[in-house]
């Protein structure tokens, strides 16, 4: 079975962002996409709305769809 997980993180924190990648990639993840994205953010008092950029990765994993039996 295929796991999919996403790390978000703001641009102003690349430090915590690339911790988070190492210790996921330390628990088995593959890194598939590395990037920096541009998102909207929430809308003001004046509806305007001003665009975020995230530092975005997407990891995944295979897994066997059921475990190990265990036979008592």
């Known amino acids: 079975m295929l796991q999919i997980k996403t790390v ?3 641009v102003e924190r690349p430090k915590q962002f690339d ?20 998102m909207a953010g ?3 008092e ?4 001003v ?5 975005y990765a997407e990891l995944e994993r295979h897994e066997p769809p059921f475990p190990d039996e265990i036979t008592i």
């Open 42 to 44: 929430l809308p003001s």
């Open 19 to 38: 911790e988070a990648i190492n210790i996921l990639l330390s628990d088995g993840w593959n890194l598939k996409k590395r990037e920096i994205q541009t």
């Open 8 to 10: 978000i993180c703001p």
């Open 46 to 49: 004046a509806f305007n709305t």
């Open 51 to 55: 665009n975020v950029r995230v530092l």
